[in-house]
Structure formats: structure tokens, C-alpha cells
């Protein structure tokens, strides 16, 4: 399981909010905790900013499953340290929206031939409740839908499995056969046949950053 969080870190004295998605594994065990690289915009006003420790991934099944956060999702880098390690299931988490998703999860899908899935909130006003700090306020100037949702699921060809859903909660299943992603990759494969590190490669820091270092 992926699960997007805000994490307080004890390595980081414990104030700093980072915006995190953790993978949990059958066991229950939190194998890894990916800080978002990089607050988009205006959340640089509350989140801190990550690093590469998370960019990891896992076995799930015949399935390498990695994931990102939000709008680094777009970031070319970032996707490759991922398919670099065999990732053919791609979990992308969003706070929500269509705009989000329907384009970037099957553009994913094309340029890495894995599936794709996009999960994506719904955050509608009824939502706020009364113990949020100025709670009438933000009904007041918020829209009956703030985030309509979008989540959806890509083959690795691009093509939908699970077409974009807006403006209602749903739990969603597919099942999905790994023969795809290898029927897909005999044309393409980023990180495989089709790459060439002699040429280009990427190296990717993934020490979790840490103000100090101690010896005892």
C-alpha cells in the first residue's frame, strides 16, 4: 500500500512538515518514505523540502512498484530513477483534480511502458469540518467542489483501464497482467534495450539528509 501523509521527522527536529508517501508492504512493515522533492508554488509556505532517500522501489508480486508525489510526478528525473530499478507499476498520489491526472498518467504509461495508476482526492466544501480553525470562513469562500477526484489507471500502452472518475467517492479494481508491460517493452524499454548509459545516465543521491551526523 502507498499512503500519502504529512510526516513530522524526528531527524529533522521534529517541526518541519514534510509531504510523504509511504509504502507499506503485506507484513505491515514501512519499507520506505518518499519526501516530496519539491512543494509546488505556494505549499513551500508550509511543506519542507525533500530528498532522494525515498526514490526506491519494491516488489509486489511479478510487479517492481514505485510511486511519486503529486507534481513531481512531471519531473523527467525523477520517473527515471524509478524505471532504473525496474519499476513497472507506477502509483502516482495527487491531492486531486482531473487536470492532475489525465494527462500525465498516460503520458507515464507511453514513455515507460508500465501500468500506471493515479489516485486522487475528492475535497468538496461539506468536507470542512467544525473543528478546523476558521471553519465558517472557508465555507464562506470555498467552492462547492474544491477537488473533483480524477483517479484512473493506464495500460502500458496508454490506453485506459480505469477511465478518469470525477465528483463521487468509488472503490475501484483492476486486475492486471504483467505479460503487458513485457509485450509493451519489446519496442521500448527506457531503462533497458532502449537506453544507452554510455551516453547518458542519471546518478541519483539517495542519503536522507540530516543536519548532523553523530559518532558515539
Not at 527536529?13 to 514534510?18: D, F, Q, V
Not at 464562506?140 to 480505469?162: H, K
Not at 468509488?170 to 531503462?191: G, Q, T
Amino acid at each position: 500500500m502507498y499512503l500519502g501523509t504529512i510526516e513530522r521527522a524526528a531527524d529533522r527536529g521534529r517541526h518541519s512538515l514534510y509531504c510523504s508517501m509511504v509504502y507499506i508492504d503485506a507484513t505491515g512493515e514501512i519499507r520506505s518514505i518518499h519526501r516530496k522533492l519539491m512543494p509546488t508554488h505556494e505549499e513551500r509556505l508550509v511543506w519542507a523540502i525533500g530528498d532522494g532517500n525515498g526514490l526506491r522501489t519494491h516488489k509486489l508480486g511479478p510487479f517492481t512498484v514505485g510511486g511519486l508525489n503529486c507534481w513531481e510526478n512531471w519531473l523527467p528525473l525523477a520517473r527515471a530513477a524509478l524505471y532504473a530499478q525496474g519499476e513497472d507499476l507506477h502509483v502516482a498520489i495527487w491531492p486531486g483534480n482531473l487536470r492532475n491526472t489525465e494527462d500525465i498518467t498516460r503520458h507515464i504509461a507511453r514513455e515507460s511502458r508500465s501500468f500506471v495508476a493515479s489516485v486522487s482526492g475528492l475535497m468538496r466544501r461539506d468536507d470542512i469540518g467544525d473543528d478546523l480553525p476558521h471553519a465558517a470562513l472557508l465555507r464562506d469562500v470555498a467552492d462547492d467542489v474544491m477537488a473533483n477526484g480524477g483517479s484512473c489507471l493506464a495500460s502500458p500502452g496508454g490506453d485506459w483501464i480505469l477511465r478518469p472518475e470525477v465528483n463521487k467517492e468509488s472503490l475501484r479494481v483492476a486486475e492486471l497482467e504483467h505479460r503487458f508491460v513485457l509485450e509493451e517493452r519489446h519496442s521500448l524499454d527506457v531503462a533497458g534495450h532502449y537506453s544507452r548509459p554510455d551516453v547518458t545516465r542519471l546518478i541519483v543521491n539517495r542519503k536522507r539528509q540530516t543536519t548532523g551526523e553523530f559518532d558515539d
